[in-house]
């Protein structure tokens, strides 16, 4: 009796902690949201850079960044860390701005901040009626893909984890659906659900820069690391296309989504697609995005370890 008190307790004061940090959290950003955009961003940024190396997240940062770059200084690994920081600040306030900050227009692709390459494969898949897949990683602002997608008029279901707060996901949720196309929350059956969408000739988004546990062993920047056999495994119960996509942020406050052409995948002897070597081809991949603007992806995720 007592063990399943504490239990209660322990939960209600979670909750608790949750809805605080929400009200406090969706409060900054509501004061932030009577800024210009670009005036709250470049706030968000400076505050994160100052005070991010004090969360304890930013020491599991730190450490990853040594081990994927054990050539680069402190001062270098630092660096990169503050970019990191800044880079998810403005992530976070992008959630507000979104209908405000994504500005491209197909008809006038050159006058907003926001550039696609890849624009033919956007206007090729959705012509094709075929299922595909399209996968990307915590880089730059990922949530402008699927918004991207639904600019040029393309079905995409995107697979997604929610935030563990269940208030601030609940928010970025509703944000997401008023400008994306169809999600699919990451739990028991999401997978079912995914394949459902391909065998029917859909499209599918998902991330695939996580730790999985039960995952393939891949290698990232040259070190051992478990990653989701899911799109792989898709790819090969389907044989359809999968194509890389990624958003990176510009200077002045612009954005580029480059979307790449078609994988040639690896496969077996058989012709059928090799789940292991497929999964560690996207490990490849993302870690070329990774390096070319290290400052903007999450390094204070558990990737390796």
């Not at 969706?26 to 709250?40: G, K, Q």
């Not at 090729?124 to 730059?140: K, L, V």
Request: some cysteine.
């Amino acid at each position: 009796m007592a063990t399943r008190l504490s239990r209660k307790l322990g939960l209600r004061l979670k909750n608790a902690e949750h809805w605080l940090t929400a009200q406090v959290s969706l409060a900054a950003l509501s004061v932030l949201r009577l800024l210009p955009p670009d005036t709250a961003l470049r706030f968000a940024e400076k505050t994160a850079r100052t005070f991010g190396p004090y969360v304890s997240r930013h020491k599991l940062a730190v450490d990853n960044l040594r081990r994927a770059y054990p050539e680069k200084s402190q001062d270098e690994i630092e660096a990169v860390a503050l970019d990191m920081w800044g880079n998810m600040a403005r992530l976070a306030v992008e959630y507000v701005f979104l209908d405000k900050l994504f500005d491209y227009d197909p008809e006038r692709p050159d006058e907003g901040r926001v550039e696609v390459t890849g624009v033919e494969t956007f206007l090729r898949i959705r012509e094709d009626n075929r299922p595909h897949i399209f996968f990307t990683a915590h880089i730059g602002n990922f949530e402008f893909l699927p918004v991207a997608a639904a600019t040029f008029g393309l079905d995409l279901h995107v697979l997604f984890r929610a935030p563990n707060n269940p208030y601030i996901a609940r928010y970025i949720n509703e944000t997401r659906r008023s400008v994306m196309g169809g999600l699919v929350p990451s739990r028991a059956g999401a997978a079912l659900q995914l394949a459902r969408i391909l065998e029917d000739g859909g499209n599918v988004g998902a991330l695939v820069d996580q730790k999985f546990r039960r995952g393939v062993r891949t290698t990232f920047f040259g070190r051992k690391c478990l990653t989701s056999p899911l799109v792989p495994k898709l790819a090969r119960q389907y044989d359809c296309d999968v194509y890389p996509a990624h958003c990176i942020r510009l200077p002045g406050g612009r954005y580029r989504i480059e979307v790449g052409e078609k994988l040639e995948l690896p496969r077996d002897a058989s012709g059928t697609v090799d789940v292991d070597r497929m999964a560690q081809q996207l490990n490849d991949i993302t870690e070329e995005w990774v390096r070319k603007n290290p400052g903007q992806w999450m390094w204070f995720h558990r990737r390796w370890g």
